[in-house]
């Protein structure tokens, strides 16, 4: 069995990656021949009575998987990487090949852009926020606003002939987002560059957040404005397991938390009475093939506590100590497969789990960013597309934020060897190079948050 997910690999990864094959060769087989162990136990059936859920599920995010242990984990997620071997020969690139550096500061700035916590924002700061998001929706090649010209990407919707759609700033997130899993592993984007299940998952989307920010400041004229995050700890307000956020929504802004009881269940609220409308979606089994690209007009969808198969509520302050002693960044093989009772800070944080959390979160994914994932359900669970709710953009600013404060620490340690890469320790310098679908970047460019401008009104205790 392994050997075949390895021909697969091996296909996939093809002979514009023999060299970086070469370079990594021992991590990356090991990973996948582990891979082979889990597929053979063959749990994916075993799903039971709750297999809709399961379903979508299996096509989530984060790659999270329904039952079982670590092993079956492991190789459900190869497996689906395997389903996809040779099967995309020609995605398209939302992107803009060499477009300027959005958000990037020409000259260190006078003063830094300050990401405050959503649930310290007055009402009316919210709503102005809400109010960026719908502004990027307007901003289309026809509208003549300010950055109208990078709304000219190619749309999934177009190529794949399923009925175009007017692309907007807003929309090229949700593109590239989903982009960037139907690419994974392919000659264009190999292991050491996606953006999820990889060590470029920080940097990619702390370069997505920050020129979304600068593409909302210039859509409201305010070159200064500062995204919020969303503190997962909020959440707790509301009880130790809790079914609800209320510090996150509100009708006059982001809008309702949707219902359990419907698993399309519409926003409702400021967001979608001022016109928010998901334009380009993905849905189905597959999240690494253009097949379950869909595109059609409709509301956000969210089932904020509805997900039964994780501990109930975004990550905890508890699970957020966790990340704290996790001393080095990144470990081979560097991918979404590995487990180990080292596992890296990244690995860690983007919710692939140690073993020792096995018994409260069964599945890799439903921890840390995964997991905060689940808890707000719909499209930001069960979709690549999961941008399409602007609940997507807050979530990651907390991932963002927990990044810095471990990066702070691993400076101020004084360590030299944790020095390394600005504070980054074990980072693969050999892949600290570009971005997917932004060329542009290197992720080493992201890795010094107050460089790029902006800072954090607090970061989280340490334990
Ligand atoms: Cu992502």
């Not at 093939?289 to 198969?309: E, L, M």
């Not at 921890?367 to 690549?384: E, L, N, P, W, Y």
């Not at 609940?391 to 060897?417: C, M, T, Y």
């Not at 320790?425 to 460089?451: I, M, Q, R, T």
Request: charged share 20%; glycine share 12%; aromatic share 10%.
């Amino acid at each position: 069995m392994s050997a075949t997910i390895e021909e697969h690999i091996k296909m996939r990864i093809s002979h514009g990656f023999r060299v970086l094959v070469g370079v990594v060769g021992v991590g990356l087989f090991a990973g996948h021949a582990a891979c082979g162990d889990g597929t053979s136990a063959g749990t994916d059936a075993s799903t039971g009575a709750d297999a809709n859920t399961s379903t979508d599920a299996n096509m989530s995010d984060m790659g999270h998987m329904p039952d079982g242990t670590v092993n079956s984990q492991h190789g459900q997620i190869c497996k689906m990487l395997e389903s996809t071997a040779g099967k995309n020969p020609g995605y398209v690139i939302p992107g803009v090949a060499g477009a300027p550096r959005w958000g990037f500061p020409t000259a260190p700035p006078a003063t830094r852009r300050v990401r405050k916590s959503w649930s310290t924002l007055a009402e009316a700061e919210k709503k102005r926020v809400v109010d960026a998001f719908i502004a990027l929706k307007r901003v289309t090649t026809k509208s003549g606003d300010p950055g109208s010209a990078r709304a000219g990407y190619k749309s999934f919707c177009d190529e794949l002939g399923l009925g175009g759609y007017e692309r907007n700033l807003y929309d090229f997130y949700v593109e590239a987002h989903v982009n960037a899993y139907i690419a994974m592993m392919t000659p264009q984007q190999g292991m050491m560059q996606m953006p999820h299940k990889g060590p470029h998952f920080l940097a990619w989307h702390r370069y997505l957040l920050l020129r979304l920010e600068a593409d909302m400041g210039e859509a409201i004229g305010d070159r200064n404005f500062a995204l919020p995050y969303w503190d997962w700890t909020d959440c707790y307000k509301d009880g130790p397991s809790p079914k609800t956020c209320t510090a996150l929504f509100g009708s006059g802004h982001l809008g309702s938390p949707g219902s359990c009881d419907d698993a399309t269940s519409s926003v409702t609220g400021y967001l979608t009475d001022q016109g928010f409308m998901v334009n380009v979606a993905q849905e189905g089994r597959d999240p690494f093939s253009t097949a379950g690209v869909k595109c059609a007009k409709r509301p956000v969808r969210r089932n904020v506590g509805c997900s039964t198969d994780i501990p109930a509520g975004p990550p905890d302050s508890a699970a957020i100590n966790g990340i704290f002693s996790r001393a080095v960044y990144d470990s081979a093989p560097y991918d979404g497969c590995y487990t180990d009772d080292a596992v890296s800070f990244r690995q860690y944080l983007e919710g692939f789990n140690d073993k020792d959390l096995v018994p409260i979160c069964v599945a890799a994914g439903c921890g840390m960013h995964g997991r905060a994932h689940f808890f707000i359900g719909g499209d930001v669970q069960k979709s690549t597309a999961a941008p399409n709710d602007p609940i997507f953009f807050l979530l990651h600013g907390e991932v963002d934020r927990l990044w810095a404060a471990w990066q702070e620490d691993n400076i101020k340690s004084g360590d030299p060897k944790r020095m390394v890469d600005s504070g980054n320790p074990g980072y693969p310098k050999d892949y600290a190079g570009p971005l997917f679908n932004f060329s542009e970047v290197k992720a080493s460019d992201v890795f010094d948050l107050k460089a790029l401008g902006y800072e954090y009104d607090t970061l989280p205790a340490r334990p």
